[in-house]
């Protein structure tokens, strides 16, 4: 009987062993499943980081467009109120020198037609129908103003 129990117990162990082998090739393939997925993981974290670190760059680059482009438009602010000014001074120059074109040709009137009333005469009168009228203030051309009469 020894020698069966012999066998018995050489029988077990080596299920045993085989056991083991299994269990470790199990573990093994475990393991090795874990290490592509750590490795596919550790790929996909670099790409991204990558990515994230042109991401970065890109913003800085947008950054600095975006700071370059507020500061043309300051200047293209400050340039709009340049103009702007000056557009007002040069809108009063030209209402002054009309003013003055008027007084003179009113004087001129009364040089070369001294019975005439130049009091009914207004720089802010149009001739419609023959007629001293206000100038409408909507009006985008004088298209009702009559041609000057000169033999009148």
Do not use: W, Y
Not at 54 to 82: P, T, V, Y
Not at 119 to 131: A, F, H, M, Q
Request: glycine residues 4%.
């Amino acid at each position: 009987m020894t020698n069966i129990s012999f066998q018995i117990v050489t029988l077990r162990l080596l299920c045993m062993g085989h056991t083991a082998e299994l269990m470790g090739a199990e573990e093994s393939l475990k393991v090795a499943t874990l290490e592509k997925s750590l490795k596919e993981k550790e790929a996909v974290i670099i790409d991204v980081t990558a990515k994230m670190k042109s991401g970065e760059s890109e913003i800085a680059n947008l950054q600095d467009q975006i700071r370059s482009l507020q500061g043309q438009i300051k200047e293209h602010d400050n340039e709009k109120g340049r103009m702007t000014s000056q557009i007002h001074e040069l809108e009063n120059d030209v209402l002054e020198m009309f003013a003055t074109g008027f007084d003179r040709a009113v004087s001129q009137v009364v040089a070369f037609a001294p019975e005439f009333d130049v009091g009914k005469l207004d720089v802010t009168k149009i001739v419609v129908n023959r007629e001293l009228v206000e100038d409408e203030a909507d009006e985008l051309e004088d298209e009702n103003a009559a041609p000057v009469d000169k033999e009148a």
